[in-house]
């Protein structure tokens, strides 16, 4: 008898290789699939085991560990925090935190609103109150002394660290400044001569005198607070949450607060801030998009809310500052710039400068600022400056915008270089330097053939503002002479005549006092005197030694 397997020849299979074969032939199909893809399985993972372990870490080189910090400009360079721009609107607001609307801002103020208290309400007779340094200079406002970034005294007044803008309250200190540590100067145009600040006082008056009960400045109704006589130079009434932040900004500027300063200056800022951040709508503009220009009004309300909150460090104002700032960043154009719609595509140097200075000192009060956005701004300037340094509106070299009107045969666009100062204050706050950057000094000589002038077509309150911005920030022999030129008609144009309503304004008699109005024209002035203690300087002060610094223009 035979086994079923067999050899051909008919003789029995016994081997172990045989019994395999026996069974692989009587076993199902499907068994011996299961049983093949079992096996390559098992090879590829043994395979893979064998070479997928992690090679033994490289011993670290001395490049690898030695690292060069890059230079960096103080209180120039903002703050590098990363904005998600595609994040939901809801999610920045959420992460904010909601504004209280009902916040109180030290409601207890003696006085109904617009009574001065002569005792309290002038700093020129009132510095060292709050300040413990003897040697600070008592003809300045009380912001104004060595608690500023740039500083006066030996010590300078004590500060908390919460205010790189002025700091009056109890706290660390430092020399020549109580804010961030920044050493002060006694160089030439670090201190506002005493008529200077006579004339910044006389303008703060005025607008404290015409803030509405609601806290905002009303362009074209400002005049319902008169009690002499009818202020003229009314302007328009789309333009209120602008003007309400220029106006702020005065009073922020010389070192008022809703916590520090006189009680009628104080409840000023606390009416106006109130009065913004209840303007403000979901997406965080303030005054929504009410107007075709609403860009305009956003940067000037998130530039004075952002320092009202560098100043005080109020968790009141932060929710609402920041949201001024995320939309800032919102609706920039990628790696561009900014102009009246949210990321459309359109750039323009002008709404472009407001919102580098508000992002710049959204930066200096610690807020969340997108670093990049600054640096795509002074690229953006780069190309619409030509070769001789002048900057344009939409165009390389191009003139300055106008208003469609009276206003282009009345102010020649060619008797100005508001754009170009604008390019200046763009590349200085993103951390140019002169030496670095020769736009600089061409743009200086620019602004030096065109300083201020009170004549006619050659008034340019908003020229006026930015240069005297930037050609501070030059120093040297290039700020002593635009200065002059710049107080000397500042004050020889103040209305002086205590008679009138008028008193301490200035008539609204520039390119955009149409749309502006008085409020604008003594606004944008007043920042003009306050230019020695806003902002710190970047270069162009006296070196160490006594000589100016290399890259500062002279003429």
């Known amino acids: 008898m035979t086994t079923p397997l067999q050899t051909r020849a008919g003789t029995n299979v016994s081997t172990p290789s045989a019994a395999l074969v026996r069974i692989v032939r009587s076993a199902p199909w499907f068994t011996i699939s299961l049983l093949s893809h079992v096996l390559v399985l098992s090879t590829l993972t043994v395979l893979y085991l064998a070479h997928s372990a992690?090679?033994?870490?490289?011993?670290?080189?001395?490049?690898?560990?030695?690292?060069?910090?890059?230079?960096?400009?103080?209180?120039?360079?903002?703050?590098?925090?990363?904005?998600?721009?595609?994040?939901?609107?809801?999610?920045?607001?959420?992460?904010?935190?909601?504004?209280d609307k009902d916040a109180r801002f030290d409601e207890g103020l003696p006085g109904p609103p617009g009574e001065f208290i002569p005792e309290q309400d002038d700093p020129t007779k009132a510095a060292g109150l709050e300040n413990p340094d003897t040697e600070a200079l008592s003809s300045l406002p009380s912001g104004a002394t060595g608690g500023t970034p740039i500083g006066v005294g030996r010590v300078g007044h004590f500060g908390n660290g919460t205010s790189p803008f002025a700091g009056r309250i109890a706290g660390g200190g430092g020399p020549g400044d109580g804010g961030r540590g920044r050493h002060g100067t006694n160089a030439p145009g670090g201190q506002p001569p005493p008529k200077i600040t006579e004339a910044t006082l006389s303008a703060l008056r005025w607008l404290a005198l015409h803030q509405s009960e609601d806290g905002r400045w009303d362009c074209d109704g400002f005049d319902a607070a008169c009690k002499k006589n009818r202020c003229g130079g009314k302007g328009e009434a789309t333009y209120d949450v602008g003007v309400t932040g220029l106006a702020l900004l005065c009073f922020l500027g010389a070192g008022y607060t809703q916590q520090s300063g006189p009680p009628a200056f104080r409840r000023v800022v606390r009416d106006g801030v109130k009065f913004l951040a209840a303007s403000q709508d979901e997406e965080g503009v303030f005054g929504g998009r009410s107007c075709q220009h609403y860009q305009y009004n956003h940067a000037c309300a998130a530039l004075a809310m952002a320092e009202a909150f560098g100043m005080t460090g109020a968790p009141t104002l932060k929710a609402s500052a920041q949201r001024g700032v995320a939309w800032i960043l919102r609706s920039r154009n990628p790696y561009r710039a900014w102009r009246y719609e949210s990321a459309d595509g359109d750039n323009d140097s002008s709404v472009t400068g407001w919102m580098t200075m508000a992002l710049?000192?959204?930066?200096?009060?610690?807020?969340?600022?997108?670093?990049?956005?600054?640096?795509?701004?002074?690229?953006?300037?780069?190309?619409?400056?030509?070769?001789?340094?002048?900057?344009?509106?939409?165009?390389?070299?191009?003139?300055?915008?106008?208003?469609?009107?009276?206003?282009?045969?009345?102010?020649?666009?060619?008797?100005?270089e508001a754009l170009t100062a604008v390019g200046?204050?763009?590349r200085i706050f993103a951390g140019r330097v002169p030496e670095s950057d020769p736009q600089i000094a061409r743009g200086t000589d620019l602004l030096l053939a065109k300083p201020p002038r009170w004549a006619g077509p050659d008034v340019d309150f908003y020229y006026w503002y930015y240069g005297t911005l930037a050609m501070h920030q030059v120093g040297g022999a290039s700020w002593e002479r635009w200065r002059k030129a710049m107080e000397g008609e500042l004050l020889a144009h103040q209305v002086k005549d205590e008679t009138l309503d008028e008193h301490g304004s200035w008539d609204p008699v520039d390119p955009w006092s149409s749309e502006g109005g008085r409020v604008y024209a003594t606004a944008l002035n007043c920042l003009c005197t306050e230019v020695y203690y806003r902002y710190p300087r970047v270069f162009g002060v006296k070196a160490a030694g006594g000589g100016e610094r290399k890259g500062a223009p002279a003429k």
Do not use: C, H, N
Not at 82 to 96: F, G, N
Not at 368 to 380: G, I, N, P, S, T
Not at 386 to 391: H, L, N
């Open 54 to 99: 992690p090679p033994a870490p490289e011993p670290a080189s001395v490049l690898q560990l030695a690292r060069v910090a890059p230079p960096v400009f103080d209180a120039v360079e903002p703050v590098e925090t990363k904005i998600d721009r595609d994040a939901p609107l809801a999610k920045s607001a959420a992460e904010a935190g909601e504004w």
């Open 424 to 426: 200046l204050v763009t």
């Open 360 to 416: 710049k000192s959204a930066a200096m009060a610690g807020l969340d600022v997108e670093q990049a956005a600054l640096a795509d701004a002074a690229r953006y300037v780069d190309d619409l400056t030509d070769g001789g340094g002048r900057t344009g509106y939409q165009q390389p070299g191009g003139l300055s915008a106008r208003v469609e009107g009276p206003a282009m045969e009345l102010f020649p666009a060619e008797r100005s």
